[in-house]
């Protein structure tokens, strides 16, 4: 039971993290609303990641060999390994989703408003946390090529001066992560080697 818990914990921030985002999308306030949950979800994920080095130490605890990597036999092996499995990937797209965030607001703020919606960037540094680390270069990656692939479709169409909107294409890409992570590309040899 506790397995599948684990397992579906970051699938639900995603898709809660999807239904928050359309639902501010209809009401006011909504940058300051999502700058809120962003910090609320970077609290859960944090939690989340605690509690799996809770659960990570009752297992070796309970087992003849696993507690002699706890910290009654060996200092700092087990805060080594809870952080470098359970916290750094989250730190890392956290830190690459705060930098994101000031970058395109100050990039909107230079061009007058024109490129994002105010509530923008922190939709996309909200879904580049949850991704992960290394689910946020894929994330990334997969905005980029969608978003290219859309211009060269509006270009052949004839379309001249069309301003495409991502504000949609975040949390598609955030629910395409989804699929990544069921899939078994976590267990192919480019995902092993992105990973920390």
Do not use: C
Not at 84 to 108: D, E, H, R, V
Not at 155 to 179: E, N, Q, S, T
Request: charged share 15%; no cysteine.
């Amino acid at each position: 039971m506790s397995e599948i818990l684990v397992s579906f914990i970051p699938t639900v921030l995603v898709v809660g993290a999807v239904g928050l985002v359309l639902r501010v999308r209809k009401g006011r306030n909504k940058a300051r609303s999502l700058k809120g949950a962003f910090y609320i979800f970077v609290l859960l994920v944090f939690s989340y990641s605690s509690w799996l080095s809770y659960l990570q130490y009752k297992i070796w605890a309970g087992n003849e060999l696993g507690r002699y990597f706890l910290p009654e036999y060996q200092v700092g092996y087990f805060y080594f390994y809870s952080f470098t499995l359970f916290f750094l990937p989250y730190l890392l797209s956290f830190i690459l989703g705060a930098l994101f965030i000031y970058l395109l607001t100050k990039l909107n703020n230079s061009r007058d408003k024109t490129l994002f919606e105010d509530e923008e960037p922190y939709i996309a540094g909200l879904f580049m946390f949850l991704s992960g680390y290394p689910g946020i270069l894929i994330y990334f990656v997969s905005i980029l090529a969608v978003y290219l692939l859309w211009h060269i479709v509006e270009m052949f169409r004839g379309a001249k001066d069309v301003r495409l909107p991502l504000y949609y294409l975040w949390p598609i890409a955030a629910l395409l992560m989804i699929l990544v992570w069921r899939s078994s590309f976590v267990r192919s040899d480019i995902w092993l080697l992105l990973k920390i």
